[in-house]
């Protein structure tokens, strides 16, 4: 059973309070993007769950977000009837802010359900994904949405109109615990307009909705901050409409209206940063059943 994966982008990012679960209370406009990491889930070879994958960097056990997904899949249906391990093919580069842990969990979960055909609610799909982390209950359906609380309350919005990004990730992981503590001692210079983002997102006015694009981890200071001041720069001088920091980093992602101008800034920032990509936005996938 093999599933896409796509990654997340945070279009604009905004971290409120600190929750007592030891989170923070956030506000952020979420976007699918066409970079897919693909997950294999098949059958252990010895009885015990592992996590395979072409990045030998990332965990093989139960604290792998794609295993994890398949273990709570099985406890909670049955399905599948042996112990699964999963086959990740990486594309998503971690550690940058773009979700691919948590696109992999969604992936898994989504999948698992059509398999198996067991009649399982959104709801309580989502309450599954939720289970696994904050950004796993976005990555199901995707598209473009605000999420708040922290990450895990989704209200569709409509879709970013159609456009080109490209994402640069300069090779820096981030951990997001980190991230957090740092920001939380951090005198914040800008604060997101997510109701302007999201009236322009109305408006279908890609230029405007660029226009909104912040995130207040770029007032962290730190390696990823500094290259993606850079990044960001490089890319608003080749033609993008808006370019902002995706999560607490690393990744840069900047939006275009044009094909040319996007691949030209693709092929110069691809020259310093190998992990530079050109993508698509993906639209919200259908939910399966009504509950």
Same mark, same amino acid.
């Given at each position: 059973m093999t599933f896409s994966a796509p990654a997340k982008l945070n #279009? /604009?990012? %905004?971290? #409120?309070?600190?929750?007592?679960?030891?989170?923070?209370?956030?506000?952020?406009v979420m976007q699918t993007a066409d970079l897919c990491d693909i997950v294999t889930v098949l059958p252990s070879r010895d009885g015990e769950p592992r996590a395979v994958s072409n990045r030998p960097e990332l965990p093989a056990d139960g604290s792998n977000l794609a295993l994890a997904a398949a273990l709570l899949f099985r406890e909670n249906t049955g399905f599948p009837a042996y112990m699964p391990s999963v086959l990740l093919r990486k594309h998503i580069p971690a550690g940058a802010?773009?979700?691919?842990?948590?696109?992999? $969990?969604?992936?898994?979960?989504?999948?698992?359900?059509? =398999?198996?055909?067991?009649?399982? *609610? %959104?709801?309580? !799909?989502? *309450?599954?994904? @939720? =289970?696994?982390?904050?950004?796993?209950?976005?990555?199901?359906?995707?598209?473009?949405?605000? $999420?708040?609380?922290?990450?895990?309350?989704?209200?569709p919005l409509p879709p970013l109109p159609d456009c080109f990004i490209v994402i640069c990730c300069p090779g820096i992981a981030v951990r997001t615990g980190a991230a957090f503590a740092r920001l939380d001692n951090t005198e914040r210079r800008r604060k997101p307009d997510i109701s302007g983002l999201c009236e322009a997102l109305r408006k279908g006015d890609l $230029? !405007?909705?660029?226009?909104? +694009?912040?995130?207040?981890? %770029? %007032?962290?200071?730190?390696? $990823?901050?500094?290259? @993606?001041?850079?990044?960001?720069?490089?890319?608003?001088?080749?033609?993008?409409?808006?370019?902002? +920091?995706?999560? *607490?980093?690393? /990744?840069?992602?900047g939006v275009f209206a044009d094909c040319r101008a996007a691949c030209a800034a693709c092929a110069a920032l691809r020259r310093e940063y190998a992990q530079t990509y050109l993508c698509r936005p993906v639209p919200a996938r259908r939910p399966e059943s009504r509950g």
């Open positions: #279009l /604009a990012l %905004d971290v #409120l309070s600190p929750r007592p679960d030891g989170y923070h209370e956030l506000l952020t802010g773009l979700g691919g842990g948590s696109a992999d $969990a969604a992936a898994v979960l989504r999948g698992l359900r059509r =398999e198996s055909g067991a009649d399982i *609610s %959104d709801k309580l !799909l989502l *309450s599954w994904a @939720a =289970e696994l982390g904050s950004d796993v209950p976005f990555c199901l359906f995707g598209g473009t949405q605000l $999420a708040g609380g922290r990450g895990e309350l989704l209200t $230029a !405007l909705a660029a226009r909104y +694009m912040c995130n207040v981890f %770029d %007032d962290c200071p730190g390696a $990823a901050q500094s290259h @993606a001041k850079t990044a960001k720069s490089r890319l608003a001088r080749g033609g993008a409409l808006g370019a902002s +920091m995706s999560g *607490s980093g690393s /990744a840069v992602f």
